[in-house]
Each structure stands twice: as structure tokens, then as C-alpha cells.
């Protein structure tokens, strides 16, 4: 597995592409709801996503459904991600343990940014007019310890796009599993993200030869395959290192791996870093955090920073709580 990764990380992007090959290229642009691909959490991003065998605290509502079971308390996560070209994403999520193994969530994410002008050929600068874009999704989570290794997790959401006078509404699902494998402290992850039927635009567009136009091509939701795989070859009473790898199978794109590491000190700080292969512009994430307690509650502070090239980077702010 060490050899592995190594040469992934460091055989060049000739020998990377080798290794995964580009087959799902051709499938760019044909989903829709691409809102639902964005990150949630900035622990998560600063491991360059590599998450699904991670997560144990309130953000596993977006990661893996099964990874709710995997936290004590009761949390609640608030989230902001300052996405490409001005567009503004936000999570709520919170989790309730019902009994030792089962646990219920809630989240709602908010994608938005400020309204935009109606150009044409004529006004290129804009006519006068203004259009508004913005997503939404509401999800409601269920998670289950079946036994001390092994979760299972699901999660049904809900989402509506709109674009102008166009709305599209769907409804998706989530399911997950997270695996104590008895090696230490490894764990394997496979989750199914945003699985559901095509979905359309409804309403109306006129044409600029005044043709209306009310019936429209049907799109797959973005559904996502991810395989995870995580330990800690360092795991002492006040330090430890987590590792993480996961390959991602997106049914609009080419497959792609994620690598991850966080360095946690006594409990309180964390480092972490991240990067992923095969994917245009996205390359490295960094990120750190402070954990705290106020009046017996714990309270997360989390940032991260994710290159995207020449599209320029994105930054993530991520608090939580835990009761």
C-alpha cells in the first residue's frame, strides 16, 4: 500500500494516467445538481476529501451516513465555503444519538450568489434586467451501529436548482457503511452518494424568435462511488496521525484518487493536508484546527485552503459543537 501511494504521488502524471486511466471523460457536463459535489467541512477538504473512512463527527451527514454512529455526542456543524467565481455555500447539519448504536441527523445546504444581469447580442453589458440562481437541498440521515465493527447508514435529500424562470426539483439518496477491520485501528468505507432518478427543468423560455419552449432534455443526478480506506500509524496518548485513501468513481467523470493526513496534538490542535489525482485544476488542500470546551460543551473551529489552478482556490470555514 506505502509503495502504492508513492508512486502515484510522485510517478508523474504519465505514469498517473496510466494507473487511472481517463475513461469517464467523455461524461463531463451530463448530470445535473452538481451543487450536490461540493464539499461539506473544512476537516474534510483539508484532507483533500479523502473522508468517507473518516468521518465521525457531524459533517459525515454530507461524507457517509454510516459515519454518524461513530461519535459519542450529540453535534452540530456549521459550515461556509467561499466556492468559484463568487458563489456562496453553506451546510447546517446536526446529529441525535437515539440509543449507543443508533443515531438520526438533519442538514440543509444553501447555494447561492448575487443576482446577475440578462445580456443579449445587442447589450452585451446587460439590458436592464437581472436573473437569480441558487440551489437548495434538505436531507434527513439514519445511521445504525449492527454490530461494534460494522455501520450502515442512509440519507434521503431532497434539492431544488433554480435558474431564472426554470426550477428543477429531485430526490436522491445516500447510502453508506463504515468498517472496523480488527487491524489496528484500520477501517474501509463505501459509500453511494446522491443515487436517483433523472430529473428535468420545469417551466418556461421564449426564444428570440419568440418560440416557447416548455419541455426540456432529462439529466442523471451527479451519483458518486467512493471507496476509503483509513488508519493511524501513529497513535499515542497526546499525539496521533491519521492516513487516508479514497478513490472516487463519479458517473459524469473520470474515476480519481484522494489522499489525506491529519496530525492531532493533545486533543486541541490539527494540521492537515490532502491531494488529488486525476482531477482538472483541483490538486492540493491544506487546512488546520482548535478544539475547545465552553461550559462542558465542545466547540470545533476548522479552516482549509484548496488549490484549483488557474481557476484561483477556495477556502472553507467550518465550526461545530458537541453536546
Same mark, same amino acid.
Given at each position: 500500500?506505502?509503495?502504492?501511494?508513492?508512486?502515484?504521488?510522485?510517478?508523474?502524471? $504519465?505514469?498517473? /494516467?496510466?494507473?487511472?486511466?481517463?475513461?469517464?471523460?467523455?461524461?463531463?457536463?451530463?448530470?445535473?445538481?452538481?451543487?450536490?459535489?461540493?464539499?461539506?467541512?473544512?476537516?474534510?477538504?483539508?484532507?483533500? %476529501?479523502?473522508?468517507? /473512512?473518516?468521518?465521525n463527527?457531524?459533517?459525515?451527514?454530507?461524507?457517509?451516513? /454510516?459515519?454518524?454512529?461513530?461519535?459519542?455526542?450529540?453535534?452540530?456543524?456549521? =459550515?461556509?465555503t467561499?466556492?468559484?467565481?463568487?458563489?456562496?455555500?453553506?451546510?447546517?447539519?446536526?446529529?441525535?444519538?437515539?440509543?449507543?448504536?443508533? /443515531?438520526?441527523?438533519?442538514?440543509?445546504?444553501?447555494?447561492?450568489?448575487?443576482?446577475?444581469?440578462?445580456?443579449?447580442?445587442?447589450?452585451?453589458?446587460?439590458?436592464?434586467?437581472?436573473?437569480?440562481?441558487?440551489?437548495?437541498?434538505v436531507?434527513?440521515?439514519?445511521? $445504525?451501529?449492527?454490530?461494534?465493527?460494522?455501520?450502515?447508514?442512509?440519507?434521503?435529500?431532497?434539492?431544488?436548482?433554480?435558474?431564472?424562470?426554470?426550477?428543477?426539483?429531485?430526490?436522491?439518496?445516500?447510502?453508506?457503511?463504515?468498517?472496523?477491520?480488527?487491524?489496528?485501528?484500520a477501517?474501509?468505507?463505501?459509500?453511494?452518494?446522491?443515487?436517483?432518478?433523472?430529473?428535468s427543468?420545469s417551466?418556461?423560455l421564449?426564444?428570440?424568435?419568440?418560440?416557447?419552449?416548455? $419541455?426540456?432534455?432529462?439529466?442523471?443526478?451527479?451519483?458518486?462511488?467512493?471507496?476509503?480506506?483509513?488508519? %493511524?500509524?501513529?497513535?499515542?496518548?497526546?499525539?496521533?496521525?491519521?492516513?487516508?485513501?479514497?478513490?472516487?468513481?463519479?458517473?459524469?467523470?473520470s474515476?480519481?484518487?484522494?489522499?489525506?493526513? %491529519?496530525?492531532?496534538?493533545?486533543?486541541?490542535?490539527?494540521?492537515?493536508?490532502?491531494?488529488?489525482l486525476?482531477?482538472?485544476?483541483? =490538486?492540493? =488542500?491544506?487546512?488546520?484546527?482548535?478544539?475547545?470546551?465552553?461550559?462542558?460543551?465542545?466547540?470545533?473551529?476548522?479552516?482549509?485552503?484548496?488549490?484549483?489552478?488557474?481557476?484561483?482556490?477556495?477556502?472553507?470555514?467550518?465550526?461545530?459543537?458537541?453536546?
Amino acid at each position: 500500500m506505502v509503495i502504492l501511494l508513492f508512486i502515484l504521488l510522485f510517478g508523474g502524471s $504519465r505514469l498517473s /494516467a496510466q494507473l487511472i486511466p481517463v475513461l469517464g471523460a467523455q461524461r463531463t457536463g451530463t448530470a445535473a445538481a452538481q451543487f450536490l459535489k461540493i464539499g461539506v467541512g473544512a476537516r474534510a477538504a483539508g484532507m483533500g %476529501e479523502s473522508f468517507v /473512512a473518516v468521518s465521525n463527527d457531524a459533517s459525515a451527514l454530507y461524507w457517509n451516513p /454510516a459515519g454518524i454512529t461513530q461519535s459519542t455526542g450529540n453535534e452540530i456543524i456549521v =459550515s461556509h465555503t467561499s466556492w468559484l467565481v463568487d458563489i456562496r455555500h453553506q451546510f447546517v447539519g446536526a446529529v441525535v444519538h437515539l440509543s449507543p448504536d443508533d /443515531a438520526v441527523g438533519v442538514s440543509l445546504t444553501s447555494v447561492h450568489m448575487d443576482d446577475m444581469p440578462v445580456t443579449t447580442e445587442l447589450q452585451p453589458q446587460g439590458n436592464g434586467d437581472f436573473f437569480r440562481f441558487g440551489d437548495l437541498a434538505v436531507g434527513v440521515t439514519y445511521g $445504525r451501529k449492527m454490530t461494534p465493527q460494522f455501520s450502515f447508514g442512509g440519507t434521503v435529500r431532497y434539492f431544488v436548482e433554480t435558474l431564472d424562470v426554470l426550477t428543477m426539483r429531485g430526490l436522491v439518496l445516500d447510502f453508506g457503511t463504515y468498517y472496523w477491520m480488527g487491524l489496528g485501528s484500520a477501517r474501509f468505507s463505501a459509500v453511494v452518494s446522491q443515487f436517483g432518478n433523472q430529473v428535468s427543468p420545469s417551466g418556461s423560455l421564449t426564444l428570440l424568435n419568440g418560440q416557447a419552449v416548455d $419541455r426540456f432534455q432529462e439529466f442523471s443526478p451527479p451519483t458518486t462511488f467512493r471507496f476509503g480506506f483509513a488508519f %493511524e500509524p501513529l497513535l499515542e496518548e497526546y499525539q496521533s496521525i491519521t492516513t487516508a485513501v479514497q478513490l472516487n468513481h463519479p458517473n459524469d467523470n473520470s474515476e480519481n484518487l484522494a489522499f489525506g493526513v %491529519e496530525y492531532q496534538w493533545m486533543k486541541t490542535l490539527y494540521a492537515r493536508g490532502g491531494y488529488k489525482l486525476n482531477v482538472d485544476e483541483q =490538486s492540493f =488542500s491544506l487546512g488546520g484546527g482548535v478544539v475547545t470546551s465552553i461550559d462542558f460543551v465542545g466547540v470545533n473551529l476548522d479552516y482549509s485552503y484548496t488549490a484549483f489552478g488557474r481557476l484561483g482556490g477556495v477556502h472553507r470555514i467550518s465550526m461545530g459543537a458537541r453536546l
